[in-house]
Structures are given as C-alpha cells and as structure tokens.
C-alpha cells in the first residue's frame, strides 16, 4: 500500500495536531461540573471559573455547614451577575459517607506492616494507633481480611496521602487493621470506604433531610446529588421528599453510583434518576482496576440511549497540586468524552486544589479536541437503532433536526421549548454543532400566587452535552409563528452572533411548536 494512500484514511493530518486550539465562546460542547470550596469560593475566582467553562457549581455537604455554603452561593450569584453566565447549583449529599473524626486535626502517620485501631469511641483523639469513626457499626459488617480505603476527600491508590487496611481482627466495637502502605494523613476530613461491604445506613440521612428541606428550599436548587445510591428505591425516597417541599419538587435526581450494589442495580436505578454520577473515586477501588473502564462505557451507553445525563469524576486528580495532568489523565479525559460523558465533575481539583481555574480550562480543551474525533455518524445510527420505530413524534422531529443540521452544514440549531424535553432530545441525538435551547416561561398559579417557569428548565440543560440555554421574556410563545415568535428567533441568533457560532450566510436549523405540530426548518442568513 502506498504511504500517502494512509494519509487519505487519516482522520485526523498529523500536521494539524501542532496547530494551537482556537478559543470560542463555548469552549466545549461537554460540560464542566466544578466543586466549590476554600480555593474556589472568592467572587474573583469563582468569575474565572465560569469563564473558563464551568456551568454547574457544586456544593459538598460532607463537610463544612449551611453558612459557609450560603456565603459561597452568594459569591456565585454575584459571579454570575458580572459575567452573564449562567449556572446550575448542585446540592452534594453526605449519605451514609464513614468518616475519621479528627477534630484537632492531628497530622497522623501510618506505617506499613504497623497496626491500627478503628473504633466508634468518638471520645479518643485520632493518632496513629487509633482512629474514632462516625459509625458505630463496622465491627458487624467486616471480617478479618477485608480492605478498607482512609483518605482525604478519597484515596486514590496512587499517593502517600491515603493509606489501605486490611481486617486483621474484630475486637467488640474496634476493628483491628494491618496497615498496607506508608501515608500521612493531614487535615480535618479524611473518608473512608470498607470495600464491597454493605453499610447499613439510610441514603438519604436526615441530616441530609434537614439541610434539603432547608437550605435548598431557600436556594431552589437545581439538582441533587445523591451520594451512594444503591436500589432505585433510593431515587423514589428522595424524589418523594422533594415533591413535599414546594419548588424542589422540579429539582433533578442524578444518583452517584459510588459501589458494587448500585452497580448491581444501575438499571433501575437509570430508569428511576434524572441523570447518573459515575463516582470513580470509591468505585474505582470497590472494583478490580480492569474491569473500571468497563462499568464507565456500559454505564455512559445506557445513559445515552436513555438520552439522560452521564457525569464522570476523578479525572484530573495530580492537578489538585500540579499546573499540569499526568498523560494517562489527559487520555481519560478525552475517553470519557468519546466514550459519551456529558459532564466531567471536578472536585478536589477545584475544591481545595492550587489551580482551580487553569484545571477547568485545561479539562475543556480536552474535551473540545475529543469532540473533534468524536464518531457522531456512527452514534447516530446506534441511537437510531435504539430507539427503534415506530419513534415517537417528538423523537422522529428531535432524530431530523439533527439530520438535516449535518446534512446541511448548519452552524447551529435552535429549539424552541418550554419544558426543555425538545431540547434534551435533540441533544441526546449528539449534533455535531451546539443547540441553542430557547426556553419559552409559562404562567403558572399554586393558588397563592402567579409565577413564571424556565429558570429551572433552563439551569437544568447546562449539565447536557452541546445544549446552550437562553431565557426568552416570558411575552412570547413557543407555538406560534407570529410578530413575537420571531423576535425571539432574532434575540437567538443575535446571540448565536454575539457568541461567535453564527456567521453571515451560515445555515440554521430551527426546531419550533405551530399550533399542535412540531416543525423543523432550516433557514440561511443574509449578510
């Protein structure tokens, strides 16, 4: 076969890879979930993160309390206000999380081949010989030769700052450990994770009760993260609880599949949640190494067919202290991409990491170039497949809005909608160029009071892959065609203009209610 034959089947010309990113107003269709925390809670850094690319702000409730948290949504408010960016807020829960308790936070060496005590008597200090933990019953649920995880915020596996035990014996409440390896851990939380053991605990604690019912009524919050979901039944709780509480009861679900039961489970669980956190921190461990890529691709698929959001964390974990990802890390990134993610979720990185801003941007760029690589036409088609025929109407329009954008080269597609479905279905069908999602307000009344829809709508599609929402004034319908309607058309692609994706004589795809129909049109600008 003749050499430049290969450079005809290249995907991608060597001679381009040299060639610097470009800089865009989105700069990437996957999207950047950043934890907020002492390095990330400053009005000044939490604006660079949003310009930088992060859409969703997450608030971990495993450690520090409701005033410190409302001090740093405030921040983010004002954030988003200076830099007219919107983003979603995600309430973390702490689950049935096992925990060190050190509160003097005493620095404390482990050595290997040592030993030491884990005990439930909260009244001892932490030391090297004793750790107290906020569960009173591991002595019933381990047994000598199981392996337990200590870390702070979570062990990796891959540093001196988390230390892996191995049951030696049970001693009434204590547990009695061989400690694996050398590690030092510092700081006020360390977590920990007794692998492939059942922990009988409620998912959703009532202190978990307590701050939902009250710090997210107070804050509307857009999703809920429900830390180690194991049984769908889970989602029905939570999703139970939130319909009592006013507002809330559109809050979003996303189950954080964290170990072996809500593996085992994670088909009911897909079907019962609104979108899946892939938690490869306490997975990644409760899992042999081998088999943790395969979870992620049969877990990201099934999202994806399901067409709800998949998120994947633990990617960037050396930037926590470094300026740069490891290259294994790099490639994770992009696989994540190409594997279908819609959202990476960064934690440490951003939490309590040296370089919050820099992590979110680097992560974008990774993101951007894998989307450049990414198989659309081949994933269309597996969709397709998948969702079989007869289609639904709105699925057959959502399938052709994305067919005919590709086919016609357009910029960009615009979907008119008010409760956001349209929107997320054209995206589920993974376009190659990103969707505008104009999220028409509607009028709706509890009795006491009038008010308008679409905040929530239009927060909850900045965790999709490629969806780009705006808020229309709420004057305008979303089924018409009249004198309104296309004002809003033209405050969309005014936008689309502003932000750089539209061009003079480009191609768009619009996707818009006329009465009882739905319609696809394609339209081309003039100068």
């Not at 337990?148 to 988390?162: A, D, K, R």
């Not at 999703?239 to 088909?267: C, M, P, W």
């Not at 691709?297 to 740069?324: E, F, H, I, Q, W």
């Not at 505008?436 to 965790?463: C, D, H, M, T, Y």
Request: aromatic share 6%.
């Amino acid at each position: 076969m003749h050499s430049n034959h290969l450079l005809l089947e290249e995907p991608i010309r060597m001679a381009t890879i040299l060639e610097p990113s470009k800089a865009s107003f989105f700069p990437a269709m996957t999207k950047i979930v950043g934890t907020l925390g002492p390095r990330s809670r400053s009005v000044d850094v939490i604006s660079r993160c949003l310009k930088a690319g992060m859409s969703v702000a997450r608030l971990d409730f495993s450690w520090a309390g409701p005033e410190y948290h409302q001090e740093t949504l405030e921040n983010l408010k004002a954030a988003i206000k200076s830099t007219k960016k919107l983003c979603a807020v995600m309430l973390d829960t702490v689950g049935p999380e096992l925990q060190v308790v050190n509160k003097n936070e005493t620095i404390i060496s482990l050595k290997a081949d040592g030993t030491v005590i884990l005990t439930p008597d909260q009244r001892q200090e932490a030391s090297s010989e004793v750790l107290p933990i906020n569960f009173t019953g591991l002595s019933k649920a381990v047994k000598k030769g199981d392996t337990i995880f200590i870390g702070q915020y979570l062990f990796t596996g891959s540093e001196t700052t988390s230390v892996w035990l191995e049951v030696d014996e049970v001693k009434d409440e204590d547990v009695v450990c061989v400690i694996k390896n050398s590690a030092t851990l510092a700081g006020s939380l360390f977590t920990l994770h007794a692998s492939q053991i059942h922990i009988d605990l409620p998912t959703l604690s009532d202190k978990d009760k307590e701050v939902i019912r009250t710090w997210g009524v107070q804050n509307k919050i857009d999703f809920l993260s429900l830390s180690y979901t194991r049984h769908a039944e889970d989602v029905r709780e939570a999703r139970e609880y939130l319909s009592k509480l006013g507002d809330l009861s559109q809050t979003q679900i996303f189950a954080k599949i964290e170990n072996v039961e809500g593996l085992t489970h994670f088909d009911e669980i897909l079907q019962e949640a609104d979108g899946i956190i892939l938690s490869r921190g306490n997975l990644g461990i409760d899992l042999p190494p081998e088999k943790v890529f395969l979870f992620q691709r049969a877990a990201v698929y099934k999202c994806n067919m399901a067409g709800k959001p998949a998120v994947v964390t633990r990617v960037v974990d050396s930037m926590t202290d470094n300026l740069r990802p490891t290259r294994a890390e790099a490639t994770d990134v992009a696989n994540a991409v190409l594997d279908g993610s819609d959202a990476i979720l960064l934690g440490a990185e951003t939490l309590r990491g040296l370089y919050p801003i820099e992590t979110i941007s680097i992560v974008g760029k990774i993101c951007a170039e894998a989307e450049k690589v990414f198989n659309q036409d081949l994933y269309f088609k597996k969709t397709v497949k998948y969702v079989g025929e007869p289609m639904s109407h709105l699925e057959a329009i959502a399938s052709s809005a994305v067919r005919a954008a590709i086919k016609v080269k357009a910029s960009v597609i615009i979907c008119f909608t008010s409760s956001g479905r349209a929107a997320r279905l054209i995206a589920k069908y993974r376009p190659t160029m990103p969707v505008l999602s104009v999220v028409i307000p509607r009028l709706k009344s509890n009795q006491l009071r009038w008010s308008f829809s679409g905040a929530f709508e239009a927060r909850q599609s900045l965790i999709v892959r490629g969806l780009f929402p705006l808020l229309a004034d709420p004057r305008h319908s979303a089924k018409s065609l009249n004198a309104t309607n296309e004002s809003v058309l033209k405050v969309a692609l005014d936008h689309g203009k502003a932000s750089g994706v539209i061009k003079s004589h480009d191609r768009v795809v619009i996707c818009q209610k006329v009465g009882d129909s739905s319609v696809v049109k394609i339209i081309e600008l003039e100068d």
